[in-house]
């Protein structure tokens, strides 16, 4: 995964934490869309929390490393997996990112 890209929660999904689990549900979607949920692991909650449409992937694995004990590589591997999967069902998107003048 690119480490500069920045992703947000899209709004088709809400998360309920239920019993200790991290929920994600889809709304406003199709009747078979509304069937599924998605239950994230501690650790993907955790990464979930910090997807906000403004940090980088390299922020948030960085943050993350500080408050946790994981090797960065393992992270990294963790990481791009969880991005892809939330990108396959569509409950987080890329954000464009305008940079700053180069001169």
């Known amino acids: 995964m690119n480490p500069t890209a920045v992703f947000s929660k899209h709004p088709d999904y809400v998360q309920r934490d ?49 408050d946790y004990d994981v090797a960065p590589d393992q992270l ?3 990481f791009d997996t969880l991005l892809a999967d939330l990108l396959s069902i569509q409950a987080i998107q890329e954000v464009a990112v305008a940079h700053g003048p180069t001169g």
Do not use: H, M
């Open 18 to 66: 239920v019993a200790g689990e991290c929920i994600l549900v889809p709304v406003r979607r199709s009747l078979k869309d509304s069937n599924s949920i998605y239950v994230l692991n501690e650790t993907g909650a955790a990464l979930w929390q910090r997807l906000d449409g403004t940090c980088t992937v390299q922020d948030i694995c960085a943050a993350f490393i500080e």
């Open 76 to 78: 990294n591997q963790d």
